[in-house]
């Protein structure tokens, strides 16, 4: 069965270090998007991506980086992590028909904490 | 501006009546509806979704949503809660970015649906 995953699902890390989360998906799906889950803001656009080669800003992405050199995988990167990105990341992907006419699917999900 | 409200942080029912978890939104253009159920230390899943036709969508695990244009909104509602039911639930709509252009997802805040045995 086609599904989409994340890992790690866990990280610990320290200020100021890289951490690249990973997300890969086998729907063969054109569009993938990077979320964070915070308590009172539900979930919040950091990149997305139409296609290989193709990345967008979303709403929250200072400090976060894409790239997007195949269709199976787009991994988040912090450059250089700070204690406000602690946070539940999410990955998810879509159909490449008219994007924001199709649902999501999403990953499980990587608990981040920053120290 | 673009933006999906879900005026309700918990919602708690009795099991076997009905559920209603509220959804307005705020979108220029014909509005792309959706609702999305989280159970404990998982994903988002998809329930169902509005895009245009008969006002009244049915969904995954007998979930239904009532489209309503002059409200602008999309109230998730099923006529029977089950215990199992209890999660977090988030309605989300289409928007568009501001600044490429291209479409994106905007979630609301989520509810949190608890149902009492």
């Known amino acids: 069965d086609a599904e989409i995953t994340q890992s790690p699902r866990h990280k610990i890390t320290e200020t100021g270090r890289q951490v690249t989360l990973a997300c890969h998906q086998t729907w063969n799906h054109n569009n993938m998007f990077w979320y964070r889950q915070d308590l009172g803001h539900g979930l919040r656009l950091i990149h997305y991506?139409?296609?290989?080669?193709?990345?967008n800003k979303g709403e929250v992405s200072d400090g976060y980086s894409v790239s997007r050199s195949n269709t199976e995988d787009l991994p988040l990167t912090l450059e250089s992590a700070a204690s406000s990105q602690t946070s539940v990341y999410f990955c998810a992907s879509s159909e490449l028909l008219a994007p924001g006419y199709n649902e999501q699917f999403f990953g499980p999900g990587t608990r981040l904490t920053v120290l | 501006a673009q933006s999906v409200a879900q005026p309700e942080d918990q919602v708690n029912v009795a099991e076997g009546n009905p559920l209603t978890v509220k959804c307005t939104y705020s979108?220029?253009?014909?509005?792309?509806l959706f609702w999305y159920v989280q159970y404990p230390n998982r994903g988002l899943q998809f329930l169902l979704k509005y895009i245009t036709g008969d006002n009244l969508v049915k969904g995954s695990y007998g979930f239904e949503a009532e489209f309503n244009k002059s409200q602008t909104s999309f109230h998730l509602k099923k006529p029977s809660a089950l215990v199992s039911d209890s999660a977090l639930y988030f309605c989300a709509v289409r928007g568009t970015s501001t600044t490429s252009g291209t479409y994106k997802y905007i979630f609301g805040t989520g509810t949190r649906l608890k149902v009492l045995a």
């Open positions: 991506s139409y296609g290989v080669q193709d990345t």
């Open positions: 979108v220029s253009g014909n509005p792309y």
